[in-house]
C-alpha cells in the first residue's frame, strides 16, 4: 500500500495537467469609415483575421452615412469618445487620429510610437517605401509615432458637361478662378442666383488651402500663427471678391450644390471621388488644385496610431497596422474607397498603374504629392480651427472688420498655444 501511495506521489511530478491552447489576442480598432468605405475596412479586418493568431474588433465611431447631420462630422465624434475614454483609462488598442490630435495624445502619454516595435531591417525596409510627405507628418521630433493610412489631398472637381458647353478648361490658378467662375453665373428675374461658377465653405479648410497654395505660410518658424499676416487678409479678400463677382457662393453643402448642378466647381479632397461616381447623373471630372509654382496643397486623412494598452496587445495591434498599410493592402484600400496609397511601391505596380489609366481622375492627387503639407500639428490646432471657422464667416458673411477679427483670432489662438 505504501509502495502504491509513493507511486503515485511519483507520478504526480511528472504528469501535468492539460493547458488549453493559448486564445487569440484580441484587439480593438475604433474608426470612422462608414458607407462602401467601412465594408472595404471591415473585408480587411476579417482577412487579417482570417490568417493571423489575432483577432481584430473594428468599431466605427462616427455618424451614420444615412443618418448624417450636416452640422456633424464623424471625426470630431471619434476625437471626443476617445478623449473621454483616454480620460477613463479605457482606450481602443488603435485608432484613425490626425496630426494634432496626436501631438495631444503624446503630451498626456496616452499613445505610444510605432519606431519602438520596428525592430527589424524588413520593416526598417518597409519605411523607406512610405509617401515621403505622409511619413514626415507622422513624425515629432524627429521618432515616428503613427503611420499614414486615409490620406487624401485637395483637388478641384467640375462639371465637364458646363465646362464642355462654355469652352472652357479648368483653372490653373485663383486668378484663372476668378475669371472663369463667373461665367458661370446665372440670375433669374428677381436677381436671385440660380447657377455659379464655385461653392466652397467658409471654414479653415478652404482658408487653409488658398493661403498654401498661393505660396504662403499658417505659421512662422517659431510656430506663431500668421493668421492676421497679410498673405491670410489677402486669401480672405479673394474669397469675398469670388462672391462679389457673383463667381461663388458660400455653402455649407458644396458637394449637394454640385450634385444638383448648381455650380461648376467645388473644392475637396481625393477621397470623395468614389462616392461622386457612385452618385453623380453628369459627367464630372477632376483637376489640380489652383496654385502657385511655390505654392502647397493641402493634404487629408488620418493615420493609425496605437494606444497605451498592455504589452501583449500593442505587439498584436503593430502586426494589424503593418497589415494595414503593406502594398497590397493599401492599393486596395486605395482602388475602392478613393483614397491615396501610402506606399511608393503600390502606386507604381502594375494593377494600380493600371487602374489609373482607367480612372485616370485618381491619379490626379498622386500627381500632387510632392508639394503635399499636413495642417498644423501643433495640439492647440483642434481648437484654432474652431475659432478660424467662426472667424472666416463672420468676416465673409456678416462683413465684420477684417483687421478686428483676424487680430482677436491671432490672440485666442496664441493664448492657446502658450497653454498646451
Not at 484613425?96 to 520593416?123: C, G, H, L, R
Not at 507628418?137 to 462639371?159: E, H, Q, R
Request: net charge neutral; aromatic share 10%; charged share 20%.
Amino acid at each position: 500500500m505504501k509502495r502504491f501511495a509513493v507511486l503515485l506521489i511519483l507520478l504526480s511530478l511528472f504528469i501535468r495537467p492539460v493547458r488549453p491552447a493559448c486564445a487569440a489576442e484580441t484587439v480593438t480598432f475604433w474608426h470612422a469609415m462608414d458607407g462602401s468605405k467601412g465594408e472595404t475596412l471591415n473585408r480587411l479586418i476579417d482577412e487579417f483575421n482570417a490568417t493571423h493568431d489575432i483577432k481584430v474588433t473594428g468599431k466605427f465611431v462616427g455618424v451614420s452615412e444615412t443618418t448624417q447631420d450636416r452640422y456633424k462630422n464623424s471625426y470630431n465624434v471619434l476625437f471626443k469618445e476617445l478623449l473621454k475614454n483616454v480620460s477613463k483609462g479605457t482606450p481602443p488598442d488603435i485608432s484613425q487620429i490626425y496630426e494634432n490630435w496626436t501631438s495631444q495624445f503624446i503630451m498626456v502619454k496616452a499613445i505610444v510610437p510605432v519606431e519602438d516595435f520596428i525592430t527589424t531591417a524588413p520593416d526598417r525596409q518597409e519605411l523607406s517605401d512610405m509617401v515621403p510627405a505622409f511619413l514626415e507628418a507622422n513624425k515629432y521630433d524627429g521618432k515616428l509615432w503613427t503611420l499614414p493610412f486615409n490620406k487624401s489631398i485637395y483637388v478641384l472637381y467640375y462639371n465637364r458637361d458646363m465646362f464642355k458647353q462654355a469652352g472652357l478648361t479648368p483653372p490653373k490658378n485663383w486668378e484663372e478662378m476668378s475669371e472663369i467662375a463667373k461665367k458661370f453665373s446665372k440670375i433669374d428675374k428677381n436677381g436671385n442666383m440660380t447657377q455659379w461658377g464655385l461653392s466652397f465653405k467658409p471654414d479653415v479648410d478652404v482658408f487653409s488651402l488658398v493661403l498654401l497654395s498661393s505660396g504662403e505660410k499658417l505659421f512662422d518658424e517659431h510656430g506663431k500663427p500668421l493668421f492676421n499676416g497679410e498673405g491670410a487678409k489677402k486669401t480672405i479678400n479673394y474669397l469675398r471678391g469670388l462672391i462679389n463677382s457673383k463667381g461663388a457662393i458660400m455653402s455649407f453643402e458644396p458637394q449637394k450644390d454640385f450634385m444638383d448642378g448648381k455650380c461648376a466647381m467645388f473644392l475637396d479632397t481625393s477621397s470623395r471621388i468614389g462616392s461622386l461616381q457612385e452618385q453623380v447623373k453628369f459627367n464630372f471630372a477632376v483637376s489640380p488644385c489652383p496654385s502657385t509654382s511655390s505654392g502647397k496643397i493641402l493634404l487629408a486623412g488620418t493615420n493609425l496610431a496605437m494606444f497605451s494598452t498592455s504589452p501583449e496587445r500593442q505587439k498584436a495591434s503593430w502586426e494589424f497596422i503593418k497589415y494595414l498599410t503593406n502594398k497590397e493592402n493599401t492599393a486596395k484600400w486605395s482602388m475602392e474607397t478613393g483614397y491615396l496609397p501610402v506606399r511608393l511601391s503600390a502606386i507604381q505596380s502594375s494593377d494600380y498603374q493600371a487602374f489609373v489609366r482607367k480612372n485616370p481622375d485618381n491619379g490626379i492627387g498622386i500627381n500632387q504629392l510632392a508639394s503635399g503639407v499636413v495642417a498644423p500639428k501643433v495640439p492647440a490646432w483642434e481648437s484654432i480651427r474652431g475659432i478660424m471657422d467662426d472667424t472666416l464667416f463672420d468676416i465673409i458673411s456678416n462683413h465684420a472688420d477684417i483687421n478686428t477679427s483676424l487680430d482677436n483670432a491671432v490672440s485666442l489662438s496664441r493664448q492657446l498655444i502658450s497653454n498646451q
